[in-house]
């Protein structure tokens, strides 16, 4: 199954979300007893387990830890699938004992002492290896608490128990912290020879799809103690146990090596698509422009193989169509500020009427009457999105005032968002008796003929940095009004060139739509090839 995976892993990394799927299969083979040979002569599984019940026996009989409670036979209709000869069953209780904190009161947290962790703090632990600590209790409840079984010590494992649950932290020698009850558990490690082993299972789909399984239909998903030590595990022999731990090492550093790899080489592509991009709207004339598109279209099939690259293609179409260099010009050359001959800059203000939406208020008295209204979410960079539209209580008057008329543009005012301003879309009349709510602003040009060019300046690369530039405030909040719509300067070609531009925008974003669509097919079938191989390495 190793020589397969191998053998296998430029196509299972080039899946979507290859490179986590492919670590996620490494562990799931690891529990299954499919990553490395058994051999016989191991001392089998059964013999540890032995070992640790000698190991608490005598515990328990020196009272150091409680008797613990029997756990459920395990049947055959139990085991979840077949194990290797060598290999057991067991319930995590028989390899350790779960348990949990002696409570501690939110009194007793202070701001510097012990560390004290919650749930959120394991986590990041276990992600990163150290946590900064916000919690804390006093050195003399710290030793009061000593007494007892429940202080972590090295070999330990901590569980989650709450939120993300299950995730592993093994205590480490120079450790020293309490943890919250329920919050968080505790696996105690009698017999630590399978702790590395058991940190490898405690991250494999299979535990993890186990315990959120068990705890589906609640509101927040629970780990409990009584859950956690009846959880089944597959055990292998010890020495196998080494085995499966070195060839996991090894095969996670091949991950960690093709993780790099991808990534620098998408740098790399992202770097190289931008530099071509760039040499189209920085072209001096014609004949550069001819050149560098020359240079691009000679390498368009492998250049924009992802989806930023084509993202990346749209946005320099947009910014080529507002800068005069998507379609022929009728008049040759350019102006002194390198406008094409026939384009004028004129602000909003000069062509369109801005207005504000309407501000939502309480109920009113029974005249008024319910209307449909847009809300910032419906409005999406070049489209409206009506699956959700709520109602609004006006009189005629006002909805007169702010009703929607087909080839209105709608701009978002930001809210404070970078990520948001300037979003614009033409409303097409979708829904009759519409108005628009006060983070909203409507654009009516005068000629009506105008707005689709007006929308695709806006979305362009110029246009978003005009309203970017126009938005910051002192604060560092982005916030557009309606004084800053009607400034925004704009390049305007001839009614019948815009027409020409908006036609020819719309044929190349399909293109691109289209290229996007047969990468996510392409990506579709190498995904369907990935579980084939994933299926054949599990079962």
Not at 18 to 41: F, H, M, S, T, Y
Not at 105 to 130: C, M, N
Not at 328 to 343: C, S, Y
Request: net charge negative.
């Amino acid at each position: 199954m190793t020589a397969l995976l191998t053998a296998n892993l430029p196509l299972l990394a080039g899946a979507p979300n290859g490179i986590k799927k492919l670590r996620e299969l490494i562990l799931e083979l690891a529990v299954r007893g499919k990553l490395v040979p058994q051999d016989p002569n191991d001392e089998p599984a059964i013999e540890l387990l032995k070992r640790i019940a000698e190991e608490k026996a005598r515990l328990v009989a020196e009272g150091k830890i409680r008797k613990q409670k029997p756990l459920t036979w395990i049947n055959e209709e139990d085991k979840p699938f077949h194990v290797p000869s060598g290999w057991e069953w067991t319930r995590l209780g028989e390899l350790g004992l779960v348990g949990s904190s002696s409570r501690v009161h939110q009194k007793d947290w202070q701001t510097s002492g012990v560390p004290f962790y919650r749930a959120r703090e394991i986590v990041r632990l276990s992600k990163d290896g150290f946590v900064a600590n916000e919690l804390f209790i006093s050195e003399e409840l710290y030793q009061e608490l000593s007494t007892g079984e429940s202080v972590p010590k090295a070999g330990d494992i901590m569980l989650t128990g709450v939120g993300t649950i299950g995730v592993p932290y093994c205590v480490q020698k120079t450790d020293r912290f309490y943890f919250k009850d329920a919050s968080v558990l505790i696996f105690k490690n009698h017999v630590a020879d399978s702790s590395s082993y058991l940190l490898k299972y405690f991250i494999s789909p299979l535990w993890v799809n186990t315990i959120h399984a068990e705890s589906m239909g609640t509101t927040v998903h629970t780990l409990t103690i009584a859950r956690a030590n009846e959880t089944l595990c597959p055990l292998p022999p010890l020495a196998e146990q080494h085995r499966i731990l070195a060839k996991v090492d090894e095969l996670m550093a091949l991950c960690d090596q093709l993780e790099a790899q991808q990534s620098d080489a998408e740098s790399t592509h992202a770097q190289l698509v931008q530099a071509l991009l760039d040499s189209l709207t920085q072209a001096s004339d014609a004949t550069d422009f001819a050149i560098n598109w020359q240079r691009l279209a000679e390498h368009f099939h492998t250049l924009f193989t992802t989806e930023s690259s084509i993202d990346a293609l749209k946005q320099t179409l947009l910014q080529l169509a507002v800068m005069g260099k998507l379609v022929p010009q009728r008049n040759e050359g350019t102006r002194q500020d390198h406008l094409p001959i026939g384009w004028s800059t004129k602000t909003i203000k000069d062509f369109c009427t801005v207005q504000g939406g309407i501000q939502k208020t309480p109920l009113r008295q029974p005249i008024s009457q319910h209307f449909p209204y847009l809300r910032v979410a419906n409005v999406q960079r070049g489209r409206i999105d009506i699956a959700q539209l709520e109602r609004y209580e006006l009189t005629l008057d006002e909805l007169e005032k702010w009703r929607l008329d087909k080839g209105d543009l709608l701009i978002v005012e930001g809210n404070g968002s970078e990520k948001e301003i300037g979003r614009c879309a033409i409303w097409q009349g979708e829904v009759a008796d519409c108005v628009f709510q006060n983070h909203l602003m409507r654009v009516r040009p005068t000629l009506a003929q105008e707005v689709e060019y007006l929308a695709l300046y806006l979305n362009s690369p110029v246009g978003m940095a005009h309203m970017k530039r126009l938005a910051i405030t002192t604060s560092g909040l982005f916030n557009l009004s309606v004084g800053k719509i009607r400034s925004i300067p704009i390049d305007l070609p001839p009614i019948g060139e815009q027409q020409h531009i908006v036609a020819k925008v719309d044929q190349l974003m399909a293109l691109c739509d289209q290229l996007k669509d047969s990468l996510t097919r392409s990506r579709q079938i190498n995904e369907q090839l990935a579980n084939t191989l994933v299926e054949q390495a599990t079962n």
